[in-house]
């Protein structure tokens, strides 16, 4: 059983991905089998255009994985460019999967924010969202570390 962190983040101060990282390290502590993808190594490749080897890569790593765990920074009320791109492109093979969000925000009132992941995931690839949301906003993090 692979669990995937989807880190899809292209900032290079990412707090989604500080996200991803802190649940990587404590899922490692409980010996559970997961990796970690950073979106700042792939080469992002937009529909229509040639899809690089890097995608071609992740592809394969979402197929093969049984779980995952969908970093994403908010952007307009809505998930991150990136991570439409990952979604549009590399999702195959993750029918009726698990997924959980973890989600880096400016504020706090753009929470419902996650609702567009889940409406993607569960209405495209009728994958099934584990309850509960991390949600944290730049009060929670501190000179690139998470604060609480
Ligand atoms: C283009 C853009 C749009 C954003 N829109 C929102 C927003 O609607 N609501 C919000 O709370 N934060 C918004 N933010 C702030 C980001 O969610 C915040 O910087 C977060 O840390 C991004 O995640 P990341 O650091 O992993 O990239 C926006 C940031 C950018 C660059």
Known sequence: ???LIIS???????????????AKNELSKKNIN???IDAREIQLTACHYNQSSSMNFLTNK?????????????????????LKIILDNCFRNVE?????????????KSYLSTMHL?????NEWRMIQLPRIIYATGKDFEKNQIIS
Do not use: P, R, W
């Open 34 to 36: 997961c990796e970690i």
């Open 1 to 3: 059983m692979t669990t």
């Open 8 to 22: 899809s983040s292209l900032s290079t101060e990412s707090k989604s991905f500080l996200l991803c990282n802190k």
């Open 96 to 108: 009726g999967k698990f997924f959980g969000i973890l989600c880096a925000a400016g504020g706090e």
């Open 62 to 82: 979402i197929s093969k994985a049984d779980n995952y765990i969908i970093g994403m920074g908010v952007h307009n009320y809505s998930i991150n460019d990136s």
């Open 118 to 122: 889940t409406q993607i995931c569960m």
